[in-house]
């Protein structure tokens, strides 16, 4: 997809869609993605709820298994709807690196 093929897209938000676009591309800039840490040596250096042991990869395939918000915020209670939130946010943004860590752990 090029910028201009995008371009009608983003024009067709709405203005809160537009807002969460906006915040989406400059959080992908600055690479610092609040709520999410990856530190080498935990999880396997995989992005991860911030100070958990529980990496995005793991909360997205509940997700597709049929597990709700609610579902997992009562089986991990030590996060908050927030962290999913940023969770979700992470995911849409990086596809290819949690691909990649479902398909690496369903091998494992």
Known sequence: MTLKDLEQYLLALSPSEKVQAI???????????????????????????????????????????????????????????????NAWTYAEAHPDEIELAIERNEVA
């Open 23 to 85: 915040g989406l591309l400059a959080q992908s800039l600055s690479s610092n993605w609040q709520g999410i840490e990856k530190t080498p040596g935990i999880c396997g250096g995989e992005a991860r709820i911030a100070k958990t042991r529980i990496p995005i990869w793991v909360l997205v395939e509940a997700r597709r298994l049929g597990y709700t918000d609610a579902d997992l915020l009562k089986s991990y209670p030590t996060i908050t709807a927030t962290d999913l939130a």
